[in-house]
């Protein structure tokens, strides 16, 4: 008996939690990408976030919604727009790791109030993406928490 209570127990578990155990898909679209095929993308993947990697698929930027929002009101030529012209890019970019704790990733879309991280490996060729950590991710999370009690 070790003569921790539930709570106790249970916090232990949750902060062992790491990214790669939970980390989904990233989507990813070109620099030369328009604004409009970014659109077009979020829709088909159904996904709020996406990530914008250059020729040798290292990441080099961010778009959100709202991004993209931005940049359609009142201009017509969503065609003519590349993605780089309004990305968040880096060195800009909050990111996170593999091995990294679940509760610090967490904590970074708190602080930073994004709605997702990419996950990055670090190498000599530049930042790999090779997945993604969203708000959805966090509430899948703390449902399977609870539904895992029993
Ligand atoms: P929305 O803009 O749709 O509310 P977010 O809150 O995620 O979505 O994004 C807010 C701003 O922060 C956007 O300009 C977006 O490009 C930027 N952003 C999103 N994710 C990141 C990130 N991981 N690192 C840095 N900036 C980010």
Do not use: W
Not at 17 to 33: D, L, R
Not at 41 to 65: A, I, P, Y
Not at 88 to 103: E, F, G, K, W
């Amino acid at each position: 008996y070790t003569g921790k209570t539930g709570t106790e127990l249970l916090t232990g578990k949750i902060k062992k939690f790491k990214v790669h155990e939970y980390q989904s898909v990233p989507i990813v679209v070109k620099e030369e990408a328009s604004v409009y095929d970014a659109i077009s993308t979020m829709f088909l993947e159904d996904v709020g976030t996406l990530f914008v990697v250059d020729t040798h698929s290292n990441l080099t930027g961010v778009l959100s919604r709202k991004d993209l929002l931005r940049a359609s009101i009142g201009n017509q030529e969503l065609d003519a727009i590349p993605v780089h012209i309004i990305m968040t890019r880096m060195p800009n970019i909050t990111v996170c790791h593999r091995d990294d704790l679940m509760i610090d990733a967490a904590k970074k879309l708190i602080d930073k109030q994004i709605d997702g991280l990419p996950v990055i490996k670090e190498t000599d060729a530049g930042n790999e993406i090779v997945g993604r950590i969203t708000k959805t991710t966090i509430t899948k999370v703390f449902v399977e928490l609870i539904m895992d009690e029993h």
